[in-house]
């Protein structure tokens, strides 16, 4: 089985030259293409946009899905409203009602999971973000970086009971908080949630934790060290592949997507 994790950044291509100075080029053209390319069984992806009107209010998990031979996904969104407001411009999604999650009309940030193989049961798991803002550099058009203070969102962690040729497999996702500490804590909470399902398991995603760290905090198999970030000339792995002791990881590798600032990381899953 073929898995792999994409950050896309809410389908934005940094390479693509702005419409308006300093302001970035969501792909919609570029997300299709990428959607087209992907081979794997299974795909995790990070910083999905639904019905924003920074990405054209389009649904970004449904477009992946339609350009893939990936049927069956899920949507988890870790909070309603606009990100780029700030924390004023948006809700947990924890704190959402039911009806207010599928309401159509409103605009939702998130992860989606996605399968080839039929999905038996979707889970998830809400975490908490950091209570303060960070300066994080960010990759410019064309090149270089700039400093941004980012308020921390609450996270997700999006599970699927999967069918598949190996058996039934738990997959899972998150995208984890860029605060240190924090997203230590966040690694942990859905460690110790995932303990509970009795099948064999696989985690992947953005988890903002290099991969010398991740090695301590967790016995479950890591695959081997792959830079991730930025897509150009990457030097750091936020991005991972683990699996639980009944798996194994084979075969790793990268490849430079046409959206988003990070590499795709895709591995093979072995019994």
């Known amino acids: 089985m073929q898995v792999a994790t994409w950050n896309i950044l809410h389908g934005i291509n940094l390479q693509a030259p702005p419409i308006q100075p300093g302001k970035a080029v969501v792909d919609l053209e570029g997300l299709v293409s990428a959607a087209k390319s992907i081979a794997a069984d299974v795909l995790a ?7 924003q009107p920074r990405s054209n209010h389009v649904d970004q998990a ?97 599970a699927a009971k999967i069918q598949t040729p190996l058996g039934n497999i738990l997959v899972a996702t998150t995208h984890l908080s860029f605060q240190p500490f924090r997203n ?36 479950w198999r890591l695959g081997k060290k792959l830079p991730t970030f930025p897509d150009i000339n990457p030097r750091v792995q936020f991005d991972h592949i683990l699996c639980t002791r009944q798996l194994s990881i084979a075969n790793e590798s990268t490849t430079k997507m046409a959206v988003g600032d990070h590499l795709l990381l895709q591995a093979d899953i072995r019994q």
Do not use: C
């Open 45 to 51: 992806v990070q910083e999905v946009d639904q019905h």
């Open 62 to 158: 449904q477009i992946i899905s339609q350009h893939s031979d990936l049927p069956n996904y899920k949507f988890a969104a870790t909070l309603i409203g606009d990100p780029d407001k700030g924390k004023k411009g948006w809700i947990d999604a924890r704190n959402s009602s039911t009806q207010d999650l599928e309401n159509p009309e409103y605009s939702k940030y998130g992860v989606a999971l996605f399968s080839k193989y039929p999905v038996l049961q979707w889970y998830q798991l809400h975490l908490r973000g950091g209570r303060f803002g960070f300066f994080l550099p960010f990759p410019k058009e064309g090149g270089g970086f700039r400093l941004m203070k980012i308020d921390d969102e609450p996270r997700v962690v999006l």
């Open 184 to 219: 230590i804590t966040q690694f942990r909470e859905t460690k110790k949630w995932l303990g509970q399902f009795q099948e064999p398991k696989v985690l992947l995603g953005d988890f903002n934790l290099p991969h010398w760290l991740i090695k301590i905090l967790t016995a």
